[in-house]
């Protein structure tokens, strides 16, 4: 170290690395846009073919186009999907029923007021999976006052008229062989 050196006033690059390092560290306290949909967590199992374990489908706030909260919600897999049980959740009811296709579809629908907007809602589900291994998807509807919300776009590139990951996408769960 110069112990002749003015250690009073800092040189203009230790000012211009501390002004930097201050920029990174409030542009990493900024929250990223908003990126909700519906979200297929497996709570750190894997998913495999012909097994059974619990996923939760995590809505994460109220319809797209209005702020209100959501009054329920469906949730419809494909004929592959062997057997899907929903777990209670407070304050909604829920049924499941066989669709024409072979699939199934869950139904949540909220008792009394709606779910707030900005809040989200986890919806457990022990699932029984297909016996292939592949990636399977789960379309979501979801219904609020005045709208509903279809997560339901299959991802793909972007083009000139569609982002990529696409606004509303829809939850997909790679199931793996079975060993």
Known sequence: MDYGQDMTRPSATT????????????????????QAHGIIDLGSVDAVAGRTSTMTLEVQHGCITNATGTLQVEASVGRPWRRVAPQPVRGWTVGVQRLPSGGQQITWTKQGDPHPFGTPVFFPIRVTW???????????VQACPGDVTTWGT??????????????????????????
Do not use: D, H, W
């Open 15 to 34: 000012l211009g690395a501390g002004i930097t390092g201050l920029a990174a560290a409030v542009l990493l306290c900024v929250p990223a846009p908003a």
């Open 130 to 140: 297909p016996q292939k291994p592949g990636v399977y998807s789960m379309k979501v």
């Open 154 to 179: 299959p991802p793909g590139p972007a083009t000139a008229n569609s982002p990529s990951p696409p606004i509303t996408p829809i939850p997909q769960v790679k199931v793996l062989p079975a060993n």
